[in-house]
């Protein structure tokens, strides 16, 4: 039936039945033109109800894909890197995927190149960080499962596909450096926070700081809030996700080299990055970080009442207070403990939909 005869039939078939209706009685429709007219006169709500999206009959977890890149003064590695990227992404056959680059505040043309590429571009007026420029692209993000992958052309596009493999098993797949990749003093200085992060989530991270990373978008929507302004994101979702109870795989990878300048700061940002372990420490795990704290006061306070017992037959002052600020100490941990157990109400909602 064609459009403008089932709107010449409804029109005055609808003034007929409000007549009807008004009179209190029934109208007397044949069956065969009722069945026929049935799929015209559904409510606007249920079809809007019934057009649902198609579902997943791949069985693969990762369908809608957004790949995000922060990018500042990149002219030189972004245009290359989106050119290996658009095969990559074709070979993937995803029902859907994006490219969002987020320019923080760049005086070249890396915004005007991105364009050019096909990306979706979203400029800032002015640098807020590499971290700010991570957290926009989250919440621009419309797919399910976001890739973030930096603009200076260091993480190889390739490497998606043995990402998205482990992604059937993992909530996070960060790309592994494996503590090269970089200069010597700046391998060294991974290697010292990827120890301490492992002490303190109790799980063995290889690449902390890795920018490279295949994660839920649900998961880390909700801990964007959570996220700095400076390079030391990677650190800060890490150990939010570890502690968080979440499970992360990591991929070993080969890092390249960039062409330009680098716009990490050695010395700041990592004192930056020691801070935000303990900070997450704090947040996440704080008997991780009072309760050696308080059994090295109390040891030292044992010692000294020994030492002073010892040679002088007395417990002093100084025995006292170390005694009492280790049971403070470990009391202040005990109650961090309560609150980070508090604040995972509003992380425990359902991620059902990256399953």
Do not use: C, I
């Given at each position: 039936?064609?459009?403008?005869?089932?709107?010449?039939?409804?029109?005055?078939?609808?003034?007929?039945?409000?007549?009807?209706m008004a009179r209190g009685e029934?109208?007397?429709?044949?069956?065969?033109?009722?069945?026929a007219l049935a799929p015209l006169l559904v409510a606007p709500e249920t079809a809007v109800?019934?057009?649902?999206?198609?579902?997943?009959?791949?069985?693969?977890?990762?369908q809608r894909l957004s790949v995000v890149i922060p990018a500042r003064n990149e002219e030189l590695n972004l245009p290359a890197l989106l050119a290996e990227l658009e095969p990559v992404l074709a070979a993937a056959a995803l029902p859907f995927h994006e490219v969002i680059v987020v320019d923080d505040g760049s005086s070249d043309t890396t915004p005007q190149l991105a364009a050019a590429r096909g990306a979706r571009v979203v400029q800032h007026a002015e640098s807020l960080g590499n971290g700010a420029a991570v957290k926009r692209g989250i919440r621009e993000a419309k797919g399910d499962w976001i890739l973030l992958l930096d603009g200076d052309g260091q993480h190889p596009p390739h490497e998606l596909a043995a990402m998205l493999a482990l992604a059937e098993r993992y909530d996070m797949v960060v790309g592994s450096r494996g503590g090269r990749g970089g200069?010597?003093?700046?391998?060294?200085?991974?290697?010292?926070?990827?120890?301490?992060?492992?002490?303190?989530?109790?799980r063995t991270i290889p690449d902390l700081t890795s920018g490279f990373r295949l994660i839920r978008a649900d998961v880390v929507k909700d801990l964007v809030w959570l996220l700095p302004n400076t390079f030391s994101y990677p650190t800060t979702i890490t150990m939010s996700m570890l502690r968080g109870g979440w499970s992360v795989g990591f991929h070993p990878f080969q890092v390249r080299a960039r062409k330009g300048k680098s716009h990490v700061r050695l010395f700041a940002d990592g004192s930056r990055f020691f801070l935000i372990i303990l900070r997450i420490a704090?947040?996440?795990?704080?008997?991780?970080?009072?309760?050696?704290?308080?059994?090295?006061?109390?040891?030292?306070?044992?010692?000294?009442?020994?030492?002073t017992w010892w040679t002088d037959g007395r417990l002093t002052n100084m025995a006292v207070l170390l005694l009492t600020q280790a049971g403070l100490l470990f009391a202040l941990g005990l109650i961090a403990e309560q609150i980070a157990a508090l604040r995972f109400q509003n992380l425990s909602r359902d991620h059902g939909k990256g399953q």
């Open positions: 039936m064609s459009v403008e005869l089932q709107q010449t039939v409804l029109e005055p078939r609808a003034d007929a039945l409000a007549s009807l029934r109208p007397a429709v044949p069956v065969e033109e009722a069945r109800a019934t057009a649902r999206p198609a579902p997943n009959r791949s069985g693969k977890r990762v200069s010597l003093h700046r391998n060294f200085a991974n290697q010292v926070y990827n120890r301490l992060a492992s002490y303190v989530s109790g704090t947040m996440f795990a704080p008997l991780r970080v009072f309760l050696p704290v308080s059994m090295v006061t109390a040891a030292l306070g044992v010692a000294w009442y020994l030492h």
